[in-house]
């Protein structure tokens, strides 16, 4: 073979192969996650979850009811009926939770899934605390949640219920199948989509917690009030289009590495999720629409 041909084929190679690792490297670091366990605290996930439980109700009957709700809010709070009041202490329950998820289990979340860490890397440089205890812990103080607020409220919508069932279900089911790694070949990137999903239901549901805490304190200010549920139409409408575009851009990214019954599953859960928001969405969007009409009026 002529001297210029070889030149022009090891060349071409070349080239070839560095095009391959530039697009490798393009790809986020989930891709790059090797399938193993999440946390050494993942076969205890019964016990982290019951701790909580215990820990949610102290906070409720002793904290928020026996007395924070009515020193801060007095006879507003004294005058709820049963219904709002106990909408009113989950609000608070459930913003508190989601708040406290974000300061503790933001930097674990942005470092495993776009970062340069793994699960079992070290918090913080803690010799004890990794990565993955971290997030298996706000996993379940998430999930608990939900279910506190299945058992604790007594009226729910159906579109709500399916939301948190959903989220239960997936999030336990995540963690579960993480204990059989070896014969799971997508458990370590089914629980990291998991927490993809659950970060952005912190971030974007953070702030209609807080809405419905100032319509039931200020019921009166139509204005204030008109503003700040078009806001919160617009955060979890913006949220889940956002949401929507990263996990499919992760999922899609992941295809070959999912088992037939992900692939299946995952949108169809994916498309549950997304309607639940978007009926909060609209919700929020009609509270913003008759709080025009009342200050209209007034």
């Known amino acids: 073979m002529p001297f210029h041909a070889r030149s022009l084929i090891n060349g071409t190679s070349k080239n ?38 215990v820990i949610y109700f102290l906070i409720r009957f002793y904290l928020l009811e026996g007395y924070l709700l009515k020193k801060i809010y007095g006879k507003t709070y004294r005058s709820m009926g049963e219904l709002v009041r106990r909408g009113f202490v ?71 219920a399916g939301h948190h069932i959903g989220t239960i279900m997936v999030g336990q089911s995540a963690i579960a199948i993480s204990l059989n790694w070896i014969h799971e070949k997508d458990a370590t990137i089914e629980f990291i989509l998991c927490t993809v999903w659950g970060a952005f239901d912190i971030v974007s549901e953070f702030l209609p917690h807080v809405s419905i805490i100032l319509y039931r304190v200020y019921p009166t200010r139509h204005n204030f009030l008109r503003k700040l549920f078009r806001i919160s139409a617009l955060t979890t409408l913006t949220g ?29 859960l994916h498309v549950l999720f997304m309607s639940c ?7 929020f969007y009609k509270m913003y629409k008759k709080q025009e009409h009342l200050l209209a009026v007034c």
């Open 16 to 53: 070839i192969l560095e095009a391959g690792k530039t697009h490798h490297k393009n790809h986020p670091h989930i891709t790059k996650l090797e399938n193993g366990s999440i946390s050494k605290l993942a076969p205890f996930s019964a016990l982290i979850i019951s701790i909580i439980f």
């Open 90 to 160: 989950n609000h608070h329950i459930a913003g508190a939770t989601k708040l406290t998820i974000l300061i503790f289990a933001a930097y674990p979340f942005i470092d495993v899934a776009f970062g340069s860490a793994s699960l079992h890397s070290p918090f913080a440089g803690s010799k004890y605390v990794t990565q993955g205890d971290m997030l298996i812990v706000a996993a379940q103080a998430l999930m608990a949640m939900y279910v506190f607020e299945l058992f604790y409220r007594p009226k729910i919508s159906p579109v709500s």
């Open 240 to 268: 889940t289009v956002a949401e929507t575009i990263v996990t499919m851009w992760l999922f899609g990214t992941l295809w070959d590495r999912w088992t037939i019954a992900f692939k299946v599953i995952t949108p169809m």
């Open 277 to 283: 928001q978007m009926w909060g969405s609209w919700n």
